[in-house]
Every structure is written in structure tokens, then in C-alpha cells.
């Protein structure tokens, strides 16, 4: 079984830093993409990052210039660097990416995987 699992979240005072992180485990072939989303409370789930197993990176306007991911790919590990927080940032971040999978007995498979999400709140 493949699952993505975050860490890192916790409250923080605006203008503060959080690293959170977010890592692979299972059968994993390979993860090219790997990306960060969040859902602030009564609000539909937004993207925030992503990151090629190059190296390639996007970010939503939101966070350009504040967030930075990054992924450790020897671990197939991703990290987003969260500076200059508001509260506005305030919202469950979630890791997602497509992963492939072996097995001798069912062979490769892609698998569109998210993680259980970890809070993060940014407050006086």
C-alpha cells in the first residue's frame, strides 16, 4: 500500500516560518510531480505548489515569493518552507502526487495519492 504522510503543521504567529514535509512510502516505482494544496475552513481546496522530480517548480500568486518546495528525491520526500505567514494561510495543507507502483503480481500502476492533511494556523 502507497501513502503520502505530512507533518510539520502547528500554530505560528503572523509573520512567522513552518517547514512542513511530506513523505512517500509503499512499493513506489517512481514519483515524478509531487504538489502542495490547502483548504482554509468553508473554502474549496486550493493548489499552492508543485515540483518536477527535476526540479521544475510552480506556486500559486498566493504564496509566490513567501512558500518555497522542495523534495529530497533519494526519499521521495517533499518540503514546503512556509515564510512571512498570515493568517490568511490559515487552512489544512495536503501533499498530493501521482505514484507509481510495482508489484510482481498486479506490475505497474499509477496511483493518484493524497495525505491525511496536517493543520496549520497562523494567529496572535
Known amino acids: 500500500q502507497v501513502q503520502l504522510v505530512e507533518s510539520g503543521g502547528g500554530l505560528v504567529q503572523p509573520g512567522g516560518s513552518l517547514r512542513l514535509s511530506c513523505a512517500a512510502s509503499?512499493?513506489?516505482?517512481?514519483?515524478?510531480?509531487m504538489r502542495w494544496y490547502r483548504q482554509a475552513p468553508a473554502k474549496e481546496r486550493e493548489f499552492i505548489a508543485t515540483?518536477?522530480?527535476?526540479?521544475?517548480?510552480n506556486y500559486a500568486d498566493s504564496v509566490k515569493g513567501r512558500f518555497t518546495i522542495s523534495r529530497d528525491n533519494a526519499k521521495t520526500t517533499v518540503y514546503l518552507q512556509m515564510n512571512s505567514l498570515k493568517p490568511e494561510d490559515t487552512a489544512v495543507y495536503y501533499c498530493?502526487?501521482?505514484?507509481?507502483?510495482?508489484?510482481?503480481?498486479?506490475?505497474?500502476?499509477?496511483?493518484?495519492?493524497w495525505g491525511q492533511g496536517t493543520l496549520v494556523t497562523v494567529s496572535s
Open positions: 498530493n502526487a501521482p505514484i507509481v507502483t510495482y508489484t510482481q503480481l498486479v506490475g505497474y500502476r499509477s496511483l493518484e495519492v
Open positions: 509503499g512499493s513506489i516505482s517512481s514519483v515524478n510531480i
Open positions: 515540483i518536477t522530480r527535476g526540479g521544475s517548480t
